[in-house]
């Protein structure tokens, strides 16, 4: 066990020496009204906060960063708050994807730019989750991360409402004319009642979920729903336990080993996740130096039975449920035995101490082995000629005769193309057609925006048909359903396959074979390549450039080539002069 010796901080190589450099940094503390005895031999920790007012899932996100300050105190740390990029997924256009990257490589840069000891991290609308991690993977100083929690159920007219799902839901009750001016307000006040992420088990909670179950969050954290006062208590504990890990050395690299890796893989299979698990997972699990790939999660998803019945995957309950079942540590009680219970997590505990005593509340809701929701796992990995690097579908979520398919393709170049003919009545189309929208990609998008669920044709809801076989390069929101195949790489926009299909070209689905194939002669397909030609740039300047230049593929995680660890040194400690 390391000494508690304060001349072992990282904070004191600031303000340790008795030199001119760490008397401006001691006097620069002084004048933000700290005496010396307030910061000097204690753990500084940064609380880095991804609030703002137009993130309404961190809206609670001031209170809990006094929570946080509060645990730090009592623990003997130094607190300090350190904002950060908010990414919040409602409002950052054209993609808060986009975006990720950046809030990766701030976090990275304020951790080690700074005299932080460790830090809380505090997120959890979508890309908020994955960004923080991948940061604070790279610059590795003890970390804990504090999840938003999910906001309350929705509620219209005696009906509980799913962010998300039921707006897409009652948006094609909308456009069918079933739906009044009154009712449409009321469902639009009704969907969201609170602070917190979204109360399914969207990529939000999932996220918050792998964050856990890689070992980087307290037991129970990432359940409890965000307006519970359990949460407040959950933000101080949080504050007293990361000093307890700067005095103890407890590095992010001891915790997000290849086994944690796979064990927050398995825990996503059985929760149902959003298709964007794959994305973060692949880019958190490759900061920490483990070489995750669409295969390894397929084949979890093959022996992995999906055992939370919550929304949109399962079909009743929604994340408040999950909470007052048990919550994730419930969950991966059930499926004890998949896991790896000897790692290490943040509490100082191995996973399996941390489950010891837990129970299931409630077997309808977080379902035993025996009683699956669906009896494999949330996510399928296809390949195919159209997605020679993978594509990703969500089984689960959509009615099992698309689970083999064949039909002719309606492709779009666009979405405000795309947008049009589906609002059109007379447009040619049947519950047999495969809608493809392309050019959506991480560089097509730009920023490989959540387009993938596309909207069903006005023609065909008329008709009373809800769901057809969607296929794009785009992502879903994991609060979606229906018969998407997303992530199609590599992207159309750089020469991928998915580039090459035709409007009518016959399109073929196997899923329990894991295909996804255009039936089209090789020699066709090598004049269409030869004549296909790259679209001009999305950027030419500012972060958009750097983006296009270096964003990965979807299969590899859509990190920057450069920020990966095997892409060369860490940057390591800065020079204080």
């Given amino acids: ?305 999906l055992i939370a019945n919550v929304r949109p995957a399962g079909k009743e309950y929604l994340m408040e449920d999950f909470y007052y079942a048990g919550g994730l540590s419930a969950l991966m009680k059930q499926i004890e035995n998949r896991l790896d219970c000897s790692v290490m997590t943040v509490t100082g505990k191995t996973l399996g101490e941390n489950l010891e005593g837990v129970q299931v509340y409630n077997e309808d809701v977080i379902r035993p082995l025996s009683n699956p929701v669906y009896h494999e796992g949330s996510l399928a990995v296809l390949r195919g000629n159209l997605c020679p690097d993978g594509a990703v579908m969500k089984p689960a979520a959509c009615d099992p005769k698309f689970h083999v398919h064949e039909g002719p393709a309606l492709v779009f170049d666009s979405y405000p193309e795309m947008k049009a003919a589906v609002d059109d009545e007379t447009l040619d189309v049947t519950p047999d057609h495969v809608m493809v929208l392309r050019n959506a990609g991480p560089q097509g998008g730009p920023g490989f925006p959540e387009w993938g669920m596309l909207p069903i044709p006005k023609a065909l809801i008329r008709q009373g048909h809800r769901d057809m076989l969607r296929i794009s390069d785009a992502r879903m929101s994991g609060t979606s359903y229906g018969a998407c195949i997303l992530h199609v790489a590599p992207e159309s926009y750089i020469g991928g396959p998915l580039g090459l299909l035709k409007t009518g070209d016959i399109v073929r689905l196997d899923l329990p074979n894991r295909r996804l194939d255009m039936l089209v002669a090789e020699d066709e397909l090598a004049r269409r390549r030869e004549a296909w030609a790259p679209p001009a740039p999305r950027f030419e300047r500012g972060y958009g450039y750097m983006f296009s230049q270096h964003v990965t593929q979807a299969d590899q995680g859509c990190d920057f080539n450069f920020l990966q660890t095997d892409f060369g040194r860490t940057a390591g400690e800065p020079d204080i002069f």
């Fill in 1 to 305: 066990m390391p000494t508690r010796d304060p001349k072992r901080l990282r904070s004191a190589r600031w303000f340790a020496p008795d030199d001119l450099r760490s008397f401006g940094h001691r006097s620069r503390m002084m004048q933000l009204g700290y005496a010396e005895e307030d910061f000097r031999d204690r753990p500084i920790i940064g609380v880095l906060s991804t609030w703002s007012e137009l993130n309404t899932c961190h809206s609670h996100f001031p209170e809990r960063v006094q929570d946080v300050k509060r645990g730090v105190a009592q623990a003997g740390g130094f607190a300090v708050e350190m904002p950060a990029l908010s990414v919040d997924e409602s409002f950052t256009k054209p993609t808060s994807m986009l975006y990720r990257n950046l809030l990766a490589m701030e976090t990275e840069e304020m951790i080690r730019s700074h005299p932080l000891d460790g830090v809380v991290l505090m997120g959890g609308c979508d890309k908020t989750t994955p960004g923080l991690v991948m940061g604070a993977l790279s610059a590795g100083v003890p970390t804990i991360y504090l999840p938003a929690g999910p906001m309350l159920r929705g509620n219209y007219a005696g009906k509980v409402l799913g962010s998300g799902s039921d707006a897409w839901k009652y948006w094609d009750e909308r456009r069918a004319g079933n739906i009044t001016d009154d009712e449409w307000l009321g469902i639009q006040a009704g969907i969201a009642r609170s602070a917190g992420t979204c109360m399914t088990m969207g990529t939000a909670s999932t996220m918050t979920a792998i964050a856990e179950a890689l070992g980087l969050s307290l037991t129970g954290a990432s359940s409890i729903p965000a307006v519970d006062s359990g949460h407040q208590r959950m933000a101080a504990a949080c504050g007293r336990r990361i000093v307890e890990m700067v005095w103890d050395e407890v590095t992010p690299d001891r915790i997000v080993t290849e086994a944690a890796c796979r064990n927050a893989a398995t825990v996503a299979m059985a929760t149902g996740c959003s298709t964007n698990a794959v994305v973060h997972l692949i880019a958190m699990a490759r900061r920490a130096g483990v070489h995750l790939t669409l295969d390894d999660l397929d084949a979890l998803g093959r022996t992995t039975p």
